[in-house]
């Protein structure tokens, strides 16, 4: 039973528009979200989280929504660079922080010049 | 620091030979996780440590997989005998909490053939 979901395994966008990339989650005591980065041949890299008490973070060129009632996150990145192209891994964490992250499948994001 | 480090970054072998991927953690992250990437399941959790002892292996996929981490600074990740569907890469990770971001290596990318 997969908690975090990435439906879409790809997307496509160009060069200096939006991406938004989606995660849903199925777990109600999910309390902190993450998002990471993962270039080939690297490992995935830390991007930004966001904790439940708030319902957006951003940061520089990246925004993280989080929507509660709809059990739903989403990343924003405006504008989209070349250099984003790269696979984002959505992860979640219950309340207290004692158990392990879970993790999305990953959506391969590509941004064409 | 210069993060997490594994090797090797690729190897490739002959199905049924015994494979050792090797990871050294970020000294003072008392967790170290080992995760397998693959196109189908993404992300997944095989084993994780807490100050060297493996608290949860539910992910290892079979007994022929086994992992070890005789000090702090040290953990391996063994399969054998190996198959062609261990083909994968294989993550190392580690953080100071179990519910904190994550610092992963570059991965093993592992070729069984």
């Known amino acids: 039973d997969q908690q975090v979901k990435q439906n879409s395994p790809s997307l496509s966008v160009q060069e200096g528009r939006i991406s938004i990339l989606n995660c849903d989650y199925t777990?109600?005591?999910?309390?902190?979200f993450l998002w990471y980065k993962k270039y080939p041949a690297e490992g995935p890299t830390f991007l930004i989280s966001?904790?439940?008490?708030?319902d957006k973070n951003e940061d520089g060129r990246f925004t993280v929504f989080l929507n509660k009632s709809a059990k739903h996150l989403s990343l924003h990145i405006v504008p989209s660079q070349p250099g984003d192209s790269a696979v984002y891994f959505c992860?979640?964490?219950?309340?207290?922080?004692?158990?392990?992250?879970?993790f999305g499948k990953g959506t391969k994001l590509t941004v064409n010049p | 620091d210069a993060g997490v480090i594994q090797s090797p970054r690729h190897e490739v072998t002959e199905m049924g030979q015994e494979v050792t991927l090797r990871c050294k953690p970020i000294s003072g992250h008392d967790y170290l996780f080992w995760y397998r990437q693959t196109m189908m399941r993404g992300l997944e959790l095989l084993i994780y440590?807490?100050?060297?002892?493996?608290?949860?292996d539910s992910g290892m996929p079979e007994d022929r997989f086994s992992a070890k981490m005789p000090n702090a600074s040290f953990s391996t990740l063994k399969i054998q005998p190996s198959e062609p569907r261990d083909s994968a890469v294989y993550f190392c990770?580690?953080?100071?909490?179990?519910?904190?971001?994550?610092?992963f290596g570059s991965g093993t990318r592992l070729t069984v053939v």
């Open positions: 440590f807490n100050n060297n002892v493996p608290i949860d």
């Open positions: 966001i904790s439940s008490i708030k």
């Open positions: 777990n109600s005591m999910f309390d902190y």
């Open positions: 992860a979640a964490r219950r309340k207290g922080g004692s158990e392990k992250l879970v």
């Open positions: 990770a580690s953080s100071l909490a179990l519910g904190s971001s994550y610092t």
